[in-house]
T-cell receptor, first 112, second 114 residues
Framework: GQQVMQIPQYQHVQEGEDFTTYCNSSTTLSNIQWYKQRPGGHPVFLIQLVKSGEVKKQKRLTFQFGEAKKNSSLHITATQTTDVGTYFCAGEVAGANSKLTFGKGITLSVRP | NAGVTQTPKFQVLKTGQSMTLQCAQDMNHEYMSWYRQDPGMGLRLIHYSVGAGITDQGEVPNGYNVSRSTTEDFPLRLLSAAPSQTSVYFC?????????????FGQGTRLTVV
């Protein structure tokens, strides 16, 4: 079956450092989505990427969809303590009727 | 507009008991799903539904039943609770008719089976 991989599962950074994480799918995706879950909370939608090579920015967060639509990246510039949480990518395959396959997530901690 | 509402937020069950986790959405979404979240395992799909009267199994369906009699509600039933079902359960919904298929999650149910 379809797999979405996020490695590593944990990363620790110093406040102010940049942070990049990657997401890889075993199959070509129709779109990829990113979610953030704060400790004790529920996943919250951040962004959806649909087009090959697409790049979207949200303030200090930059999301990219690979040319082959099988991988994606999330880059955070100058991390802040408010960036703490678990970031999940989720892939949707064409014709899957909104069914998402989630990666295991990466938990980011930020040292002040 | 309440979004996705899950009840209860916390539950403790004894092994062998049954219970139903409730999920309701008021966004007229066709797609609804249940996930369980365990440490280091991410979000694993239990069951999902693409509309009223239609359900299908996800990655980890054993021990769980679902039904979808209305667009709004998608309850998850534990038939005979086991300690391995101790987890955090999330219900989510999304539309299937737009390009943006963002999933909206409920607040979660923290279930402990003793």
């Amino acid at each position: 079956g379809q797999q979405v991989m996020q490695i590593p599962q944990y990363q620790h950074v110093q406040e102010g450092e940049d942070f990049t994480t990657y997401c890889n799918s075993s199959t070509t995706l129709s779109n990829i989505q990113w979610y953030k879950q704060r400790p004790g909370g529920h996943p919250v939608f951040l962004i959806q990427l649909v087009k090959s090579g697409e790049v979207k920015k949200q303030k200090r967060l930059t999301f990219q969809f690979g040319e082959a639509k099988k991988n994606s990246s999330l880059h955070i510039t100058a991390t802040q303590t408010t960036d703490v949480g678990t970031y999940f990518c989720a892939g949707e395959v064409a014709g899957a009727n909104s069914k998402l396959t989630f990666g295991k997530g990466i938990t980011l901690s930020v040292r002040p | 507009n309440a979004g996705v509402t899950q009840t209860p937020k916390f539950q403790v069950l004894k092994t062998g008991q049954s219970m139903t986790l409730q999920c309701a959405q008021d966004m007229n979404h066709e797609y609804m799903s249940w996930y369980r979240q365990d440490p280091g395992m991410g979000l694993r799909l239990i069951h999902y539904s693409v509309g009223a009267g239609i359900t299908d199994q996800g990655e980890v369906p054993n021990g769980y039943n679902v039904s979808r009699s209305t667009t709004e509600d998608f309850p998850l039933r534990l038939l005979s609770a086991a300690p391995s079902q101790t987890s955090v359960y999330f219900c989510a919904s999304s539309n299937t008719w737009e390009v943006n298929t963002e999933a909206f999650f409920g607040q979660g149910t923290r279930l402990t089976v003793v």
